[in-house]
C-alpha cells in the first residue's frame, strides 16, 4: 500500500538523500567489494562495477533534483503557486536536466548509443512539430526505454509530455514529487478502466502546440505470458478477429484501444506519433540488468506521425488502424532486434 503524500515527503525523500550522501562516502569500499568478487570472472561479465558506478550517480542527480525542487517550492510561497505557467516550466526543465544527465551516465557507463529514425524533416513536418499537440502511442518494453522515449520529447523535440502511470510509481520520491506538479495522473493499480480514461481525456484534452501525450496502448512490459493472456482476454472477449491479429505479433501485445481511442476524441486536432524500440527489450528486472547487461548497448527507434487529418474517426475503423500500425511496429523490431544476450 502507498504511503501518505506527508510519509512520502517527509520520509521517502530525505532517505534518497541520506543514501546518497552514504553511497560517495563509500563509494571506494563498494568498488573494491564489487572488483574483488568480480574477479572469478571473465572481463565481459564483470558488470557490478559499472551497476555501482550507474547507481551512485542516479542517486546523486536524484537527491540534487529533490533539494532543487525544494528550493522551488519555498520559493513560490510553500506550494501556493505552483500551477502558475512559470513555475510549470521550470520543472519541466528540472526534468529535461535530470534526464540529460542521466542518459549521458549511461553513454559513458554502459556504452550506450542511440540511434532514432525520425520522419523526414520537411518543411511541414518541422512545422507541425512546433504548431501541433501530438498523441504518443509507444510500446512498452521496460523503465529504460521510457526514460529514453520522454527524454527525446523533452529535448529533441522540446515538447512537455503528460503521462498515466501506475501509483505504485511514487514509492520513486522524484517522480513523486515532480510528477505530481505537472499534468500527470497517477493511477491506483486496481482502479476502473474507466478511471483510467477519465484521466487521459483529461489531459488530453486541454494539450496546447507544445504539449505531448504519452500512452502505452499494451499496458504493461511485453512478457510471453502476458502476451498470451492478451489473447486470451481478446477471445473471452469475443473479439475473434483481434485475438487473431494478436496471435500474428511476435515482440508486442495486443493493443487496448480505449485509451488511445478516448485521447483522440478529447485532442481531435493533435497528430498522432507511433514509436517503436529495440535495444533494452529484455532488461526489465534488477536479476535481468545482472544477468544479461551486456558491454556495450545500441537502442535503435523509429518514429511515425500521423497528421490529425489522416487518423480515423469511426471507433471500427480507430481499432483496425491501431492494430495495422502494430502489425509494422512488430515488424520493425523483427528486422532491428538485437540477438539476446546469453544468461550467465
Same mark, same amino acid.
Request: aromatic share 10%; net charge negative.
Given at each position: 500500500m502507498l504511503p501518505p503524500r506527508i510519509i512520502r515527503r517527509l520520509v521517502l525523500a530525505p532517505l534518497i538523500v541520506v543514501l546518497a550522501v552514504g553511497a560517495v562516502i563509500t563509494l571506494p569500499i563498494w568498488l573494491l567489494v564489487v572488483t574483488a568478487a568480480s574477479l572469478r570472472l571473465p572481463p565481459p561479465q564483470r558488470r557490478g562495477t559499472r551497476l555501482v558506478w550507474f547507481a551512485v550517480a542516479w542517486l546523486t542527480l536524484e537527491s540534487?533534483?529533490? !533539494?532543487? !525542487?525544494?528550493?522551488?517550492? %519555498? =520559493?513560490?510561497?510553500?506550494?501556493a503557486r505552483l500551477?502558475?505557467?512559470e513555475y510549470q516550466e521550470r520543472h519541466y526543465e528540472l526534468i529535461r536536466w535530470f534526464l540529460a544527465k542521466i542518459y549521458e551516465a549511461?553513454?559513458?557507463?554502459?556504452?550506450?548509443? %542511440?540511434?532514432?529514425?525520425?520522419?523526414?524533416?520537411?518543411?511541414? +513536418?518541422l512545422s507541425r512539430r512546433l504548431t501541433r499537440p501530438v498523441i504518443v502511442l509507444s510500446r512498452h518494453a521496460g523503465p529504460g526505454d521510457s526514460f529514453l522515449l520522454i527524454h527525446h520529447l523533452l529535448t529533441g523535440y522540446d515538447r512537455r509530455p503528460r503521462i498515466v502511470m501506475k501509483a505504485a510509481l511514487q514509492f520513486d520520491p522524484s517522480l513523486d514529487v515532480v510528477i505530481n506538479r505537472l499534468p500527470n495522473a497517477f493511477v491506483p493499480d486496481r482502479v476502473a478502466e474507466s478511471g483510467i480514461l477519465d484521466e487521459i481525456r483529461r489531459l488530453s484534452s486541454d494539450m496546447d502546440a507544445?504539449?505531448?501525450?504519452?500512452?502505452?496502448?499494451?499496458?504493461?512490459?511485453f512478457t510471453p505470458k502476458r502476451r498470451w493472456r492478451a489473447i486470451l482476454r481478446l477471445e473471452q472477449k469475443g473479439l475473434a478477429a483481434e485475438a487473431a491479429r494478436a496471435r500474428r505479433l511476435e515482440h508486442l501485445m495486443a493493443p487496448r484501444p480505449n485509451g488511445a481511442i478516448a =485521447?483522440? +476524441?478529447a485532442c481531435p486536432q493533435a497528430d498522432v506519433v507511433f514509436v517503436a524500440h529495440t535495444g533494452l527489450d529484455?532488461?526489465?528486472?534488477?536479476?535481468?540488468? $545482472?544477468?544479461?547487461?551486456? %558491454?556495450?548497448?545500441?537502442? &535503435? =527507434? &523509429? $518514429?511515425?506521425? %500521423?497528421?490529425?487529418?489522416?487518423?480515423?474517426?469511426?471507433?471500427? +475503423?480507430?481499432?483496425? $488502424?491501431?492494430?495495422d500500425h502494430?502489425?509494422?511496429?512488430?515488424? $520493425?523490431?523483427?528486422?532491428?532486434?538485437?540477438?539476446?544476450?546469453p544468461t550467465l
Open positions: 540534487m533534483l529533490l !533539494c532543487a !525542487c525544494l528550493g522551488l517550492w %519555498v =520559493a513560490n510561497g510553500f506550494g500551477n502558475r505557467d549511461a553513454v559513458r557507463i554502459f556504452r550506450l548509443s %542511440v540511434e532514432v529514425d525520425e520522419p523526414v524533416p520537411t518543411a511541414d +513536418e507544445d504539449d505531448a501525450l504519452v500512452i502505452f496502448p499494451e499496458g504493461g512490459n =485521447a483522440i +476524441e529484455d532488461l526489465i528486472t534488477l536479476g535481468d540488468i $545482472w544477468h544479461r547487461l551486456p %558491454v556495450s548497448t545500441a537502442i &535503435k =527507434a &523509429k $518514429w511515425w506521425r %500521423v497528421q490529425a487529418a489522416d487518423v480515423p474517426r469511426d471507433r471500427e +475503423e480507430q481499432i483496425r $488502424w491501431l492494430f502494430w502489425d509494422e511496429i512488430d515488424a $520493425w523490431i523483427a528486422e532491428n532486434r538485437p540477438a539476446p544476450a
